[in-house]
């Protein structure tokens, strides 16, 4: 399964249709500042290989990565990892599943290095369906 590079979604990102996935957004390395529902990104002082001076902690690198359309067998469960690009940890993931009846069954950080998301799906429904999983990932500078 090839892995697609969005931008960050946030709860102002573009909202999708009922039922369809998530918009797809270029790759961005920089912070994100939502305020008016639009996608302005902002660079972030860690941005392009910018050093941290000791006292402004934090992350740099932001981006979401996503494994998509993983079929899920009719009354079935379906398992995928999400891995991080190298050097990356992982800050959080989810999923989206293309019918009602694809549900999360667990979804949580893979090892103790948090470099990658797990998603394992429950398929209630009589139909073979797809889902999308997510894994938010970044450079982490602590």
């Not at 392009?48 to 979401?64: I, R, W």
């Not at 079929?71 to 293309?98: E, R, S, T």
Request: aromatic fraction near 8%; include cysteine.
């Amino acid at each position: 399964m090839a892995a697609v590079l969005l931008g960050t979604g946030g709860t102002h990102a573009a909202q999708a249709a009922p039922g369809a996935p998530p918009p797809a957004f270029s790759p961005c390395s920089l912070v994100e500042n939502q305020g008016d529902g639009g996608r302005h990104c902002v660079e972030s002082p860690l941005a392009n290989g910018g050093q941290s001076d000791g006292k402004h902690k934090g992350f740099s690198g932001y981006e979401v990565v996503v494994s998509a359309n993983n079929l899920v067998p009719a009354h079935d469960n379906a398992q995928v990892i999400v891995d991080c690009p190298v050097g990356k940890k992982v800050l959080g993931g989810g999923f989206f599943g293309f019918i009602p009846e694809v549900r999360t069954f667990r979804s949580f950080p893979q090892g103790s290095a948090y470099t990658a998301w797990v998603v394992v799906v429950q398929n209630d429904s009589n139909v073979t369906s797809a889902f999308d999983a997510y894994a938010i990932c970044a450079k982490v500078d602590c």
